[in-house]
Nanobody, 123 residues
Framework: VQLQASGGGLVQAGGSLRLSCAVS????????MGWFRQAPGKEREFVAA????????AYAYNVKGRFTISRDNAKNTMYLQMNSLKPEDTAVYYC?????????????????WGQGTQVTVSS
């Protein structure tokens, strides 16, 4: 299984970015997926998760209302639309795939990880 995250970059506070995660090597539509992030000196933290059909989603409290997770099973791709970005959103963002159809908010539930994409929000 391979995950390729992209779409990161440098943006001013209040701006937007859309991250993508392309998955290959397994039947994409059978599995839940998630986004996590890790800032320097901090542990990796949950951002958002989505069930296999996109009908179930979950968000961290500090991104709810600003970020939207979605997936296109026909394209084997997951997205994270990030609006109203804040400097504290600066981190490396990772996408991950988990076994089973349910969503999960902890790193230990995920089996495969992408390489990460850097998001930097300037004040």
């Amino acid at each position: 299984v391979q995950l390729q995250a992209s779409g990161g970059g440098l943006v001013q506070a209040g701006g937007s970015l859309r991250l993508s995660c392309a998955v290959s090597g397994r039947t994409f539509s059978n599995y839940g997926m998630g986004w996590f992030r890790q800032a320097p000196g901090k542990e990796r933290e949950f951002v958002a998760a989505i069930g296999r059909n996109g009908g179930s989603t979950a968000y961290a409290y500090n991104v709810k209302g600003r970020f939207t997770i979605s997936r296109d099973n026909a394209k084997n791709t997951m997205y994270l639309q990030m609006n109203s970005l804040k400097p504290e959103d600066t981190a490396v963002y990772y996408c991950a795939v988990k076994s089973g159809i349910t969503i999960a908010t902890v790193t230990s539930r995920y089996d495969y990880w992408g390489q990460g994409t850097q998001v930097t929000v300037s004040s």
